[in-house]
């Protein structure tokens, strides 16, 4: 199993430029999310997903979206890429909620630098 | 809103020594879940441990494990005869039971090992 893939590992942005970070699980995972980790502020969550069809805000959203087509995908797109915006970013998906303290599994991480 | 504060930006032990490092919580929930993550310079998040609110057991895992003090909204981890490959970067994390399987995070404790 691959478990949760994340692409591009590393990327380098001019200012106004869009992107999209790539999220794959292939563990039939229904809970989907994206975190941000900057210096000194652990991880924040900017969108998560509890199944296809279905995505809300987390705790940072402004100048990302997201969609949820299908079970296995999850992108994070960035519309139009401020500096504010470095950082690294990690996906992160489990199974639904409540049976359990779910765990959360982690992909390695994308680093984005906004010039 | 829960918040999780870890008060200890650094800290640097021998190896073999016992090290524990602190974090505490905010929030008026009654069930929820804490987790221990550790992020070695591959920047891969790892699950150290976890505990349910509900249990009063401290859980533990080898040379891991936590002073739980519901109470006072600590959770605590003590890592013994600790190792070098012990460094890394360690981050308490929340969760309600309840609902989508958002974590919030503290700032994270830069833990070093030194030979």
């Known amino acids: 199993n691959a478990g949760v893939t994340q692409t591009p590992k590393f990327q380098v942005l001019k200012t106004g430029q869009s992107m999209t970070l790539q999220c794959a699980q292939d563990m039939n995972h229904e809970y989907m999310s994206w975190y941000r980790q900057d210096p000194g502020m652990g991880l924040r969550l900017i969108h998560y997903?509890?199944?296809?069809?279905?995505?809300d805000q987390g705790e940072v959203p402004n100048g990302y979206n997201v969609s949820r087509s299908t079970t296995e995908d999850f992108p994070l797109r960035l519309l139009s890429a401020a500096p504010s915006q470095t950082s690294v970013y990690f996906c992160a998906s489990s199974y639904s909620q409540s049976s359990g303290a779910n765990v959360l599994t982690f992909g390695a991480g994308s680093r984005l630098t906004v010039l | 809103a829960q918040t999780v504060t870890q008060s200890q930006p650094e800290m640097s032990v021998q190896e073999a020594e016992t090290v524990t490092l602190s974090c505490t919580y905010d929030t008026s929930e009654n069930n929820y879940y804490l987790f221990w993550y550790k992020q070695p310079p591959s920047r891969q998040m790892i699950l150290v441990i976890r505990q349910e609110a509900y249990k009063q057991q401290n859980a533990t895992e080898n040379r891991f494990s936590v002073n739980f003090q519901k109470a006072a909204k600590s959770f605590s981890l003590k890592i013994s005869d600790s190792q070098l490959g012990d460094t890394a970067m360690y981050f308490c994390?929340?969760?309600?039971?309840?609902?989508?399987?958002?974590?919030?995070f503290g700032q994270g404790t830069r833990l070093t090992i030194n030979p």
């Open positions: 997903s509890v199944g296809a069809g279905i995505t």
């Open positions: 994390a929340f969760r309600v039971v309840q609902g989508a399987q958002k974590l919030v």
